[in-house]
């Protein structure tokens, strides 16, 4: 039922820097260990549905309708212009604190969720990728697919969480330049902006 191919496929396609990867980094820098894991939870939340649609067979019918695809599109791309917008406005205002509250994890979560679910891409993608995997012998397709969509999860969960620890590893290398964190806080809101007007220009 599962494939070495299929693993080091995810782990490649997990591996590559995307949205989530930077969100989940900028938030081990800034915010901490805490914060970095709660955003690693958050954007492999946000996969849950895509996952579910591709088992479905829903992302098929949004492939099909481009209005669909547009408005969610859209969507993404105005809600990672606002994160870019948030973190430029507030370069040099970012304490460099893992004393994160419940209610600043809660939105940690939400905004790696929402970066995630609002990507229409990822549900084509995973309608494309998952089938590539199931057996033609294999007695239940959809159990297989839910089987490897869950391993799929938790690589993604594992290496969030790992590329947000070590951003929290080397956040004390900069914790002494108020300079270098305000450059690197405009360089993450510079990355949310290009991604999200990428997205926006992007064709199905």
Known sequence: MLSTEFLITSLVVVLIPGTGVIYTVSNGLFLGRRASIAAAIGCTAGIIPHLTASILGLSAILHMSALAFQSIKFAGAAYLLYLAWGMWRETGTLTLDSSATSRGVWLIIRRGFLINILNPKLSVF???????????????????????????????????????????????????????????????????????????????
């Open 126 to 204: 995973f309608l494309a990728f998952l089938p590539l995997f199931v057996s033609t012998n294999a007695s239940s397709p959809t159990l297989q697919m839910i089987v490897l969509s869950l391993i799929f999860m938790m690589m993604t969960l594992v290496i969030f969480v790992l590329y947000g620890i070590s951003a929290h590893g080397v956040r004390k290398y900069i914790v002494s330049s108020p300079r270098g964190v305000s450059w690197i806080q405009r360089t993450f809101a510079a990355t949310f902006a290009i991604l999200g007007i990428k997205l926006a220009l992007s064709e199905q």
